[in-house]
């Protein structure tokens, strides 16, 4: 590095006495593999020139997100000389771009996967099944009464009601398996690859067991 901006010391932490003589290597986060710096590299050499995203470090230990720019600048002789780098911190942006995405995908109340996820993972794992040759099992399950606690608790209630329904239905598949929210009080569970039709009606019979349970919250127990 031999010149560093304002720009540089605000979004990185380092001052530019600090990085004078030091290579980019200074900010490596270790969240990209060689593969991903090998195909930087050949497209510089190539091309002259690479554009992307890099995860780096700040000198507080803390990774953020780079939209980089990477030019080759050539002497008389065609030769590489210098590499300029434009970068901004697009950290807050990703953010945003993920908050957006599980808003998309997740059931606000619950955090479970909603329609659309649950749509996308089961064409997903029926593709897989196809080639794989694994099993699927899927289950609607909906909550008798939830209505009328509902009318006579109130929404709040309710919302809590759905939440420990979440916690409890996620406590019963694995972690390869899903747990949708559809909407309501309707919910489904996919299974991936059970190993035949016993245990899924096993699974099925401990979570009606576990959902017919009473749910003890705000000092009072619901059913």
Request: no cysteine; hydrophobic share 40%; proline share 3%.
């Amino acid at each position: 590095i031999i010149y560093a901006n304002k720009a540089f010391e605000k979004i990185t932490g380092y001052s530019a006495e600090e990085a004078l003589g030091q290579t980019p290597r200074l900010l490596k986060s270790n969240r990209h593999d060689h593969a991903f710096y090998v195909e930087m590299w050949e497209n510089i050499t190539n091309h002259g020139q690479w554009k992307g995203d890099i995860w780096n470090r700040r000198k507080s230990g803390e990774v953020f997100l780079e939209r980089i720019t990477i030019t080759m600048i050539r002497d008389p002789d065609g030769m590489p000389a210098r590499y300029v780098s434009v970068f901004s911190d697009i950290t807050d942006l990703w953010h945003k771009d993920e908050y957006l995405k599980h808003l998309a995908f997740y059931d606000g109340l619950t955090d479970l996967p909603n329609r659309s996820l649950l749509i996308e993972r089961l064409n997903y794992r029926i593709a897989s099944a196809e080639r794989e040759q694994v099993s699927i099992a899927l289950m609607f399950l909906d909550l008798d009464r939830f209505k009328i606690i509902n009318d006579n608790h109130g929404h709040d209630v309710g919302d809590d009601l759905l939440k420990l329904v979440a916690k409890r239905l996620l406590a019963l598949v694995r972690e390869a398996d899903t747990v949708a929210r559809l909407g309501g009080d309707e919910f489904v569970i996919q299974l991936l690859n059970p190993a035949n039709k016993a245990e899924i009606v096993d699974i099925a019979n401990r979570i009606v067991a576990e959902i017919n349970e009473p749910m003890a919250f705000r000092d009072e127990l619901f059913h």
